[in-house]
T-cell receptor, first 114, second 114 residues
């Protein structure tokens, strides 16, 4: 199995632009999580899905952030409009159970908003 | 609201030495405590985990010690090796099998020197 696949690995964009991060979870996993990692705040859970349904988006910082999971093999995290303070590494993770204690993380997308 | 406090922020240990990372939690409902290991440019990966019904769990050179009354747990890396150099995150959750979320510590950057 290739593991959780995220794209792009790096993204540099100008403030105000729309950014879309993509994630392909491990085949067969029914839970998917989006995290954000920064030096200041560490790892923060933004949103998670179970069976493609968003369960808890209380970690999404603002309405500028949105996430979708149209099917079991694909999810997106969109930021519109992007701001410099959104610069971080965004991780997607998936798991078999509806709990992220055994989550498998992707390699992350490093987002830089200038 | 930081529910899991981790220390130290960074740690330098000589090869062959013992690395010790400590975490303290606040929420007494937490009942699953994993440790994640993250190498540069990679996503976190589950290293070892413990439940509060035991005071210690050992896997190879890695040991978790758990003190329920003090609400503290720690990771011990015996015979530390340069390949152990990474960032380590403790985490906690209430593993209900339904809507549970991992709360991460702020991470410890470990460097093992020759």
């Amino acid at each position: 199995d290739a593991g959780v696949i995220q794209s792009p690995r790096h993204e540099v964009t100008e403030m105000g632009q729309e950014v879309t991060l993509r994630c392909k979870p491990i085949s067969g996993h029914n839970s998917l999580f989006w995290y954000r990692q920064t030096m200041m705040r560490g790892l923060e859970l933004l949103i998670y899905f179970n069976n493609n349904v968003p369960i808890d988006d209380s970690g999404m910082p603002e309405d500028r952030f949105s996430a979708k999971m149209p099917n079991a093999s694909f999810s997106t995290l969109k930021i519109q409009p992007s701001e410099p303070r959104d610069s971080a590494v965004y991780f997607c993770a998936s798991s078999l159970r509806f709990t992220n204690t055994e989550a498998f993380f992707g390699q992350g997308t490093r987002l830089t908003v200038v | 609201q930081q529910q899991v406090k981790q220390s130290p922020q960074s740690l330098i240990v000589q090869k062959g030495g013992i690395s010790i990372i400590n975490c303290a939690y606040e929420n007494t409902a937490f009942d699953y405590f994993p440790w994640y290991q993250q190498f540069p440019g990679k996503g976190p990966a589950l290293l070892i985990a413990i439940r509060p019904d035991v005071s210690e769990k050992k896997e190879g050179r890695f040991t978790i010690s758990f003190n329920k009354s003090a609400k503290q747990f720690s990771l011990h890396i015996m015979d530390s090796q340069p390949g152990d150099s990474a960032t380590y995150f403790c985490a906690a959750t209430r593993d209900t099998g339904t809507a549970s979320k991992l709360t991460f510590g702020t991470g410890t950057r470990l460097q093992v020197t020759l």
